[in-house]
């Protein structure tokens, strides 16, 4: 299906699938689609569950997915890409946004990042729409690494690892993070010219 030719009942048949599964992804594809995106693509289920939705916005693309009744989360990534490799998750987006626009985010765990995507998925899509991809790349690329240090301690643990380690990955990841982001840059105040005896005119 695509956006030339949208089978409605099936759209609405993948999201009402979605939502018990994730909300707040089927909740996003809603405000997504009301907010004037264009269904893409649509196809499922086929074995195991597998079924996804992608939408278009501007110069982004929105994929929603569903595997063996588990969420694939909400990834994005550019609309005119040859292939999905290059889709990433928006939770990271929105955390690079929130860091080059100074907008509070709290981050404890780089695979906790808890935003309101109805309230931010918009704004922060767009930012990247408008050309801030890289800053996506170095945080996805912080948080992949973070995801394979944390993969190798739990197989030298055999699953089991200790508090003390696990909060020691985790930290290092949040920081990791956080130097990988962008940052806002301060605006700086105007300053009353008759204020500040060095600007002002001089007499001789």
Do not use: C, K, Y
Request: proline letters at 7%; a negative charge.
């Amino acid at each position: 299906m695509n956006d030339a030719n949208p089978d409605l009942d099936a759209l609405a048949g993948f999201l009402e699938h979605l939502d018990p599964r994730d909300a707040a992804a089927a909740a996003f594809a809603r405000h997504l689609l009301d907010a004037g995106a264009v269904v893409r693509s649509l196809w499922g289920p086929v074995q195991m569950d597998v079924r996804g939705l992608s939408v278009q916005r501007g110069d982004m693309i929105v994929r929603f997915g569903v595997e063996r009744g588990f969420s694939d989360g909400v990834l994005i990534g550019r609309a005119d890409a040859a292939d999905e490799s290059g889709l990433r998750p928006i939770a990271l987006a929105v955390f690079a946004w929130a860091r080059a626009n100074g907008i509070p985010l709290q981050l404890d765990d780089p695979d906790g990042i808890e935003v309101d995507l109805v309230t931010v998925g918009i704004p922060a899509l767009d930012w990247v729409g408008a050309g801030n991809d890289d800053a996506v790349h170095r945080v996805h690329r912080a948080w992949f690494e973070h995801r394979r240090r944390l993969d190798r301690l739990q197989g030298r643990t055999r699953g089991r690892p200790s508090d003390v380690d696990l909060r020691a990955v985790i930290a290092d990841g949040v920081a990791a993070l956080e130097a990988a982001a962008p940052r806002a840059v301060p605006s700086r105040p105007t300053q009353d010219p008759a204020a500040d005896p060095a600007s002002s005119p001089r007499t001789v």
